[in-house]
């Protein structure tokens, strides 16, 4: 069965629920690596909501990606299991440690890069707060392999941020932990390709790979830490397309450029020689 271009250009999602906690922001926080250093005073705002010193608990921005769980225009009906992308996140208010409120979902493009090339598919989300004011705006990029082919219209995809040519401006090395694959799932992907050695090993990969969403929650800790003075206020936009996955147990590299309040960055392994990020953004503000 091939795909309704007209149908999945017409759907949507409007009012889903969501509802998170001060225990889900921190749970986020330890998946994508914050309090490794349990003496890293900066890390720690965003994992310990108990200090000494009063003070509020901090929210990464990129907790925006889960917040609302899988908050989605509807079923696509896809002849292929659907490959995370890219992410995009405009933030307009900060992200409370607590909140609940609406989620609208909508595709915004479908792309047809033929027979053998599959199609990508591009919905927003829209989380809003209890007074239904705006929270941020997710677009989210799915590849489906197997979708191609279906006689959509030829519209070139939106074109991607372009990285400086010049050599980086600061390089950041990030561990992750060996079990962060499975940290990560208890924020909702529990997904067995992140958990499962023989589900991995039947899709073509050597052991369980971390979420793209973890890897893409990772760049923004590593922008939060160099030039944002671990001020999640200070991000306005991150963006990032997923070019290759990372296994728990890599340090992934971050290259980073600044250009005013533009944030330019990818991401790779080098002991395997793999770029994991590419054409990576971030808005400072």
Known sequence: MSINYEELMALKNLGQTYRYGERDVMLYALAIG?????????????????????????????????????????????NSLALDGE???????????????????????????????????RYETVLKDSR????????????????????GPSIAQPKPHQIPTRTPDRTVDIPTRLDQGLIYRLCGDRHPLHSDPEYARRA????????????????????????????????KRHAARFSAPVYPGDIV?????????????????????????????????
């Open 204 to 235: 073509g990969f050597c052991k369980p790979i971390l979420h793209g969403l973890c890897t893409y929650g990772i760049s923004c800790r590593g922008i939060l830490s160099s030039y944002a003075d671990y001020d999640p206020n200070a991000i």
């Open 34 to 78: 914050m309090g490794s250093d349990p003496m890293n005073e900066q890390e720690l705002a965003f994992v310990n909501e108990i200090a000494a010193t009063p003070r509020p608990l901090k929210v990464v921005p990129t907790f925006a990606s889960i917040a609302a769980g899988f908050a989605e225009p509807g079923d696509m009906n896809l």
């Open 253 to 285: 590299t971050l290259d980073i450029w600044k250009d005013d309040d533009v944030i330019s960055f990818e991401a790779r392994v080098e002991a395997r020689g793999v770029k994991v990020i590419k054409h990576g953004i971030t808005v400072l503000g």
């Open 87 to 121: 992410r995009d996140i405009t933030f307009h208010n900060l992200l409370p440690s607590a909140a609940h409120g609406l989620a609208d979902s909508f595709v915004t493009g479908v792309y047809d890069k033929g027979k053998d090339n599959g199609a990508v598919i």
């Open 132 to 151: 239904a004011e705006p929270l941020a705006t997710l677009v989210t990029s799915y590849f489906a392999p197997h979708d191609g082919g279906f006689g």
